[in-house]
């Protein structure tokens, strides 16, 4: 009986107006939000329409219009080139290839990189169809034969398709004159990189 009301709770409602529907059809299909959150996602919306649902619809949509990748190094930002790339600060002789943007927001977080980063856009995965040329491979290849660079941490999840990627991009590198070095040695097993404390990712890193 549990299992049926939970199910009829989770499902659509009946005489909601197809607005509503749609709104809640696509708040779940943000990750971390069921049907169920994403209905009273919909609701807390539907309330507070001048607080929180049109300055939510603006931020939306300014989003959409001004966030761009980096095309240098993939990075989420409304420059071109991002704000680290273009940062004097920061160190061009390392760069740091991730999966995703999250994993820049966790090692930024963490403030234990001084170096460029290179967003590749995923990993490679036969399972989910992700090819070589559908990551930002060739980018990262190009950038690492600038003579500035001399070093490339490849800090990528060690799950089965993230240490299949890091072997795929060191062999790859290898052709340029730089020292490939795999983050992913003593990271947790199926650990996502972005869930990481802080502390074991200072220590991955340093080691
Ligand atoms: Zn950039």
Same mark, same amino acid.
């Given at each position: 009986?549990?299992? *049926? ?8 409602? #009946? ?11 696509? %708040?779940?299909?943000? #990750? ?8 009273? *996602? ?11 649902? %049109? ?52 090692? +930024? ?22 090819? #070589?040329? /559908? ?11 600038? #003579? +500035?660079?001399? +070093? ?8 089965? /398709? ?8 060191? +062999? ?11 983050? *992913?040695?003593? %990271? ?12 074991? %990712? ?6």
């Amino acid at each position: 009986l549990q299992d *049926a009301v939970l199910r009829l709770r989770a499902s659509r409602l #009946p005489s909601v107006s197809p607005e509503i529907e749609r709104l809640i059809d696509l %708040l779940a299909k943000v #990750p971390g939000l069921g049907r169920r959150s994403a209905q009273r *996602a919909a609701l807390a919306l539907l309330k507070k329409r001048d607080g929180l649902m %049109l300055p939510l619809a603006q931020a939306l949509n300014e989003a959409a219009e001004k966030v761009k990748a980096c095309s240098t190094c993939g990075a989420l930002d409304t420059l071109d080139p991002c704000a680290i790339c273009a940062s004097t600060t920061r160190d061009p002789k390392i760069i740091c290839v991730v999966a995703d943007m999250g994993d820049v927001w966790a090692l +930024e977080r963490a403030s234990v990189f001084r170096g460029k980063y290179h967003v590749l856009g995923g990993v490679l995965s036969a399972l989910d169809g992700v090819r #070589p040329e /559908d990551l930002r491979v060739g980018k990262l290849v190009e950038r690492a034969a600038h #003579p +500035e660079v001399r +070093e490339i941490i490849i800090a990528l999840n060690a799950t089965v /398709d993230g240490q299949t990627t890091a072997h795929y991009l060191t +062999e790859r590198l290898q052709v340029s004159d730089v020292s490939v070095v795999r983050l *992913a040695h003593g %990271l947790p097993v199926s650990g996502e990189l972005e869930l990481l404390v802080d502390g074991t %990712l200072l220590a991955a890193l340093s080691s």
